[in-house]
T-cell receptor, first 113, second 115 residues
Framework: DAGVTQSPTHLIKTRGQHVTLRCSPI?????VSWYQQVLGQGPQFIFQ???????GRGNFPDRFSARQFPNYSSELNVNALLLGDSALYLC????????????FGPGTRLTVT | AQKVTQAQTEISVVEKEDVTLDCVYE???????LFWYKQPPSGELVFLIR??????QNEISGRYSWNFQKSTSSFNFTITASQVVDSAVYFC????????????FGTGTSLTVIP
């Protein structure tokens, strides 16, 4: 079975622009979570969606938003990009919420110039 | 407050040595879950183990073993007879049953195994 897939792999944007990152979970997984990983740090939780509803939100500004589609794929949107948004954005899928292990995709490397 | 602390930033060992990676967590929940992940140079996080707060039994999987001690809020990871392929960044993570489904990751321990 295919693992978690993310697109694009790399992205370069300019300050103030908007970006959309995409994630497809493992087949059968209904939960998708998004994380931001800055170089040298652990992943920081942004959102979790389960059955198309937001089930968790980390400490990120309102410029960050996400949604989950009926096929359980997900998009992460970031508006008004700042230099500090440059990071690896990771998507993880799981069968459920807090108690389930999450399986991570390869990530999208976002560079904001 | 930081929920997961991995005090060891970097560790280097010679191949075949044993190494223990420390993880200390903080939570007020009585029901919680602990995880270890490996992030090799390729960048993709790989799930290693999940433990719930009611199961303090130590676990062994091949060269890997985990020691969960609620009394000290620790969930340590030992690699026996380390190999070069073990070189990676290892993350410990915590999720709480009533904590909004958020995973809290530590800052990671970078392990280098020298041949």
């Amino acid at each position: 079975d295919a693992g978690v897939t993310q697109s694009p792999t790399h992205l370069i944007k300019t300050r103030g622009q908007h970006v959309t990152l995409r994630c497809s979970p493992i087949s059968g997984h209904k939960s998708v979570s998004w994380y931001q990983q800055v170089l040298g740090q652990g992943p920081q939780f942004i959102f979790q969606y389960y059955e198309k509803e937001e089930r968790g939100r980390g400490n990120f500004p309102d410029r960050f938003s996400a949604r989950q589609f009926p096929n359980y794929s997900s998009e992460l949107n970031v508006n008004a990009l700042l230099l500090g948004d440059s990071a690896l954005y990771l998507c993880a899928s799981s069968l459920g919420t807090a108690s389930y292990e999450q399986y991570f995709g390869p990530g999208t490397r976002l560079t904001v110039t | 407050a930081q929920k997961v602390t991995q005090a060891q930033t970097e560790i280097s060992v010679v191949e075949k040595e044993d190494v223990t990676l420390d993880c200390v967590y903080e939570t007020r929940d009585t029901t919680y879950y602990l995880f270890w992940y490996k992030q090799p140079p390729s960048g993709e996080l790989v799930f290693l183990i999940r433990r719930n707060s009611f199961d303090e039994q130590n676990e062994i999987s091949g060269r890997y073993s985990w020691n969960f001690q609620k009394s000290t809020s620790s969930f340590n990871f030992t690699i026996t007879a380390s190999q070069v392929v073990d070189s990676a960044v290892y993350f410990c993570a915590l999720s709480e049953a009533w904590g909004g489904n958020q995973f809290y990751f530590g800052t990671g321990t970078s392990l280098t195994v020298i041949p």
